[in-house]
Nanobody, 124 residues
Framework: QVQLVESGGGLVQAGGSLRLSCAAS????????MNWFRQAPGKERELVAG????????VYAGAVKGRFTISRDNAKRTMYLQMNALKSEGAAVYYC?????????????????WGQGTQVTVSS
C-alpha cells in the first residue's frame, strides 16, 4: 500500500534549522505533485510549499519564502524541506502530501495521500 513517512522533526531554537524528509513507497513517486503542509494547535492546516513532479517548479507560502526550500529526489522517492531561520510561528505538525492529478501547490482537499506528520517545536 502507499506510505508517506515524514522524519526530521524535533526541537530547535528560534533562528535554527531543520531538514524534514518524506519517504514514499507503494506509488510511482515521479507521477505525483508533492506538498508540505503544517498545522499548529487551534489553527487550520496550511500549505507551506509545493513542488512539481519533475522538481522543476516550486511554490511557497509567503510566510516561509526565502527561508524554506523544498526539493525532491525522484530516484530516492523522497521529498525534503530545508527550514532555515525558524520562527516560533513555525512550530506545528508538518505533513507531506501527494497528488496524482492536481497541479503545483494543490489544496489539502485534493491530496490523494498523506503522511502521519512530524512535530516541529521552536523554542525562543
Amino acid at each position: 500500500q502507499v506510505q508517506l513517512v515524514e522524519s526530521g522533526g524535533g526541537l530547535v531554537q528560534a533562528g535554527g534549522s531543520l531538514r524534514l524528509s518524506c519517504a514514499a513507497s507503494g506509488l510511482t513517486f515521479s507521477y505525483y505533485a508533492m506538498n508540505w503542509f503544517r498545522q499548529a494547535p487551534g489553527k487550520e492546516r496550511e500549505l507551506v510549499a509545493g513542488i512539481s513532479r519533475s522538481g522543476g517548479a516550486t511554490v511557497y507560502a509567503g510566510a516561509v519564502k526565502g527561508r524554506f526550500t523544498i526539493s525532491r529526489d525522484n530516484a530516492k522517492r523522497t521529498m525534503y524541506l530545508q527550514m532555515n531561520a525558524l520562527k516560533s510561528e513555525g512550530a506545528a505538525v508538518y505533513y507531506c502530501a501527494a497528488a496524482r492529478w492536481s497541479g503545483l501547490g494543490f489544496g489539502s482537499s485534493t491530496a490523494d495521500y498523506w503522511g502521519q506528520g512530524t512535530q516541529v517545536t521552536v523554542s525562543s
